[in-house]
């Protein structure tokens, strides 16, 4: 579904005579007829970090509808959210070191409002949570037992997260972990979601249960604006997953779509981003982190610090799976 958007301001001998004809000083007449020829040619995407297929297929589907960026991503992220098999992302998600699941949130629009929610327990659907923050709160972030007050208080309910599933691993990684989070223990499956609409707005969505086994209180990328997520809708967006601390420590998101701006394409920004890390982390190899990026015109790309990286790509009906370029 390409689009192509023309302003195209010209005016013709007619309209000199016509404004002269009119009395219109010539100064002004000059100034108005400067020929203006903007052309931009974009296509709308969704896009998503790992094999979300569904969340990026229900997204697209609003994108499609001629929905906004912002209800795409925020009904992609919450697919996740609600699937008991995602282990690492709300409902079934694994827990912290003490078995409970907390939760971390972020979401961010075309004119640069954000929200997000952080280490918050029992509500399914953080990253509506989130939304809410950003529409209805003069903040950005809120935490722990106070984002949960303001869900209760916005009509959201508490429930047990926590699956049998779950539970049980816990219980047997509490046996031989030595209470040690340990880092990487889990496959990735964290949804970074980001949508360019009809009308060529970007915004972003990130939801996580963090990482497995956290120390309790732990906050990680996923709902640091910036970090785990970032939309500039002038230039394009970004989103993370992996090693929350190593995103953080160089705001990853933000840097691509900064590198963005410098002029680099998605995939050459998440390659400046993932390179930023390896040469300031001795310890690199221990740990994954990987970016996605899309443009204003909807290119999109990804890069990651170990190979095994996925992301999902929408520009058409159904989600298509992509090889993100890696490092090592
Ligand atoms: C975090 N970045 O909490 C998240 C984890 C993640 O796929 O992305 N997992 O550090």
Redesign the pocket.
């Known amino acids: 579904m390409k689009q192509t958007r023309r302003t195209f301001l010209s005016k013709s001998s007619l309209g000199i005579i016509g404004s002269s004809l009119l009395g219109v000083p010539t100064a002004c007449a000059l100034d108005t007829m400067t020929t203006e020829n903007k052309e931009s040619d974009f296509t709308p995407t969704v896009i998503s970090t790992w094999a979300n297929h569904k969340a990026n297929n229900a997204a697209w589907k609003i994108i499609e509808q001629g929905g906004t960026a912002l209800d795409a991503v925020e009904a992609g992220a919450k697919v996740p959210e609600a699937d008991v098999q995602d282990r690492?992302v709300g409902y079934g998600g694994r827990p912290d070191r003490e078995g409970l699941v907390t939760l971390?949130a972020c979401i961010m629009d075309e004119e640069g409002n954000a929200g997000s929610v952080c280490f918050l327990q029992g509500i399914k659907h953080p990253i509506s949570v989130a939304r809410l923050v950003m529409e209805k709160t003069p903040h950005v972030i809120l935490a722990g037992k106070g984002a949960q007050q303001f869900a209760l208080e916005n009509g959201f309910e508490v429930e047990n997260l926590l699956t049998e599933k779950s539970l049980q691993e816990w219980e047997e990684w509490k046996k031989t972990s030595k209470y040690k989070p340990v880092i990487n223990i889990e496959r990735?499956?964290?949804i970074g979601m980001l949508a360019l609409d009809q009308k060529g707005n970007l915004s972003g969505a990130c939801t996580?249960s963090?990482?497995a086994y956290k120390m309790h209180g732990r906050v990680?990328?996923?709902p640091i604006i910036g970090a785990?997520m970032f939309v500039d809708n002038e230039v394009g967006a970004a989103a993370?997953?992996?090693?929350?601390?190593l995103?953080l420590k160089s705001l990853g998101s933000f840097l691509v779509v900064e590198f963005m701006r410098q002029g680099m394409s998605p995939t050459d920004a998440c390659k400046a981003a993932v390179m930023r890390i390896v040469n300031k982390q001795k310890d690199y190899k221990e740990f994954q982190v990987g970016y996605i990026a899309i443009n204003k015109k909807g290119e999109y790309g990804g890069y990651a610090i170990q190979s095994g990286f996925q992301y999902v790509i929408n520009q058409d009906k159904d989600s298509v799976e992509q090889k993100a370029v890696s490092f090592l």
Request: net charge negative; aromatic share 0%; glycine share 26%.
């Open positions: 690492s971390d990735h499956d964290t996580t963090g990482l990680g990328d996923s785990g993370a997953t992996g090693m929350g601390e995103v």
